[in-house]
């Protein structure tokens, strides 16, 4: 893999590297972050094999293989896909397909290829926390967007992006913290129409490859279904 970015979700790149950042720069507006995210589209193909690991409540763990695709279909659009591989070969084949200044068009079940319905986005891939919804950023598409602070995460300074909508039921508002550095979202927060946080997602393992820092897991925390789920990237 040659290029510097590959857009997964939740996570806007998975290379963090430096440039200057000064403390005293100010808020950037809500609306220009989050578009900043998703206007970054891959340019390049890649593949990678990936394994999710759920653990219910009961503390059984189900481990399922996937691979993610990048395939760029222009320089302002590409189709993210997502593809698991069961043991009982019942797998799920989801297709995600982004372009510049555009919102998402989902796609399901890899022999018809179907629009997501709605009830699509809030399935879980392999029986995990993150849904159809999470992988395409959806909230970053939300009408209102606001920068609320500064602050660190995982010992990187971030902006704290406020994500929220008008809706009666489902995740009203999302907390990302966004690292200055990388543009990668670091951690987030999904909120309910209760004001309770629905799930929770964090960056959990970084690789150093080439001189650059590689995520290679991500958690999604399903509150109070008490479940978690582990995305392990297989990187070469």
């Known amino acids: 893999m040659t290029s510097r970015k590959f857009t997964l979700p939740?996570?806007?790149?998975?290379?963090?590297?430096?440039?200057?950042?000064?403390?005293?720069?100010?808020?950037?507006?809500?609306?220009?972050?989050?578009?900043?995210?998703?206007?970054?589209?891959?340019t390049e193909?890649?593949?990678?094999?990936?394994?999710?690991?759920?653990?219910?409540?009961d503390r059984k763990r189900i481990k399922t293989p996937l691979t993610i695709q990048t395939k760029p279909l222009g320089e302002a659009e590409c189709l993210m896909t997502y593809e698991t591989k069961p043991?009982?070969?019942?797998g799920e084949y989801w297709v995600v397909q982004r372009a510049l200044a555009k919102r998402n068009e989902y796609r399901v079940d890899k022999?018809?290829?179907?629009?997501?319905?709605?009830?699509?986005?809030?399935?879980?891939?392999?029986?995990?926390?993150?849904t159809l919804s999470d992988l395409g950023l959806e909230f970053l598409h939300w009408p209102d967007q606001k920068t609320l602070r500064k602050q660190r995460r995982k010992s990187r300074s971030c902006h704290v992006l406020e994500s929220s909508r008008s809706v009666?039921?489902?995740?009203?508002?999302?907390l990302s913290w966004v690292d200055i550095k990388s543009g990668g979202i670091l951690a987030a927060d999904f909120y309910s129409a209760d004001g309770k946080v629905r799930k929770r997602f964090s960056v959990k393992g970084l690789t150093k490859k080439d001189g650059q820092w590689q995520v290679d897991e991500m958690e999604m925390r399903d509150v109070a279904e008490r479940t978690r789920s582990r995305l392990r990237l297989h990187l070469k």
């Open 10 to 42: 939740l996570l806007g790149c998975i290379l963090l590297w430096s440039h200057p950042v000064r403390s005293a720069d100010p808020l950037p507006d809500g609306q220009e972050l989050a578009r900043s995210i998703r206007d970054d589209i891959p």
């Open 45 to 57: 193909s890649a593949s990678l094999e990936a394994t999710m690991e759920v653990t219910l409540r």
């Open 87 to 90: 043991s009982d070969g019942n």
């Open 111 to 130: 022999k018809a290829k179907r629009l997501a319905k709605r009830e699509d986005f809030e399935i879980g891939l392999a029986r995990s926390s993150f």
């Open 168 to 174: 009666s039921e489902g995740t009203l508002r999302v």
